[in-house]
C-alpha cells in the first residue's frame, strides 16, 4: 500500500478524486494526512473521509525557511512513501524539495514545459494556442521544471473563457492523478527515473 500526504490550497476536487480512489479497497494508495497553507475549503473532503488535517500558515513564522520546516515536520513523521502537490499554491524553498525530491509530485494546468507558474491556464488561453492539457511532474528547486512523469492534452475551444477551460483540465487531471499514483503504486513508474537532481 502506497501511503500518501496530500497538500492543497484550493477547493481540492483532484483531493476529492484521490480520496474516491482510495476508498476502494483494490486501490493501491491511501491518504494519511491532508495538509494546507490556510484553511482550504478542499479541507472538507479530507474531514468527511476520515482523514487527519493540517494547516501550517507562513503568515505566522519569521521566514519562508521555518515555515517549510514545519511544514516538513508534520509530514515526515507519517513517513509518507509520497507527497502530492494538489493544487498547493504555495512555492517551496530547496530545503524542503531537497528533502523530499523525487518522491514529491505536483499537478499543474499546462502541457510542461509551457506555461509554468500560477496563471497557466489564463496564459495558455491568451497564447492563442489551440491546445493545452496538464501535466504531473516531479518536485524539483524550480517552480514546475521538474521533470514531467505524465501530460494529458485538452482542447482550447473559441469560447473558452478561463473558468470553462479550467474546469476541463481538471477533468483531466483528476482521473490523471488516480492512474499516476496507482501507477507508482504498483511499480510502473518508478520516481527515481525521474529524479532531476540526479
Ligand atoms: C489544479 O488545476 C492544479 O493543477 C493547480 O491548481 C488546481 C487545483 O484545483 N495547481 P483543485 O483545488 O484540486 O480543485
Known sequence: MLTIVTLISGSGSNLLSLLKACDNPLYPAKVLAVGSDKDATGLVH????????FVVEPEKFDSKHQWAEVLAANITHLKPD???????????PESFTDRFSPKIINLHPSLLPSFPGAHAVRDALQSGEK???????VVDAGVDTGPVIRSRQVDILADDDQGSLHERIKIQEQAMLVEVVRDIAEGKINLEDFDGNR
Open 131 to 137: 491546445v493545452t492539457g496538464c501535466s504531473i511532474h
Open 46 to 53: 479530507a474531514e468527511q473521509y476520515g482523514i487527519p488535517t
Open 82 to 92: 509520497l507527497i502530492v502537490l494538489a493544487g498547493f499554491m504555495k512555492i517551496l
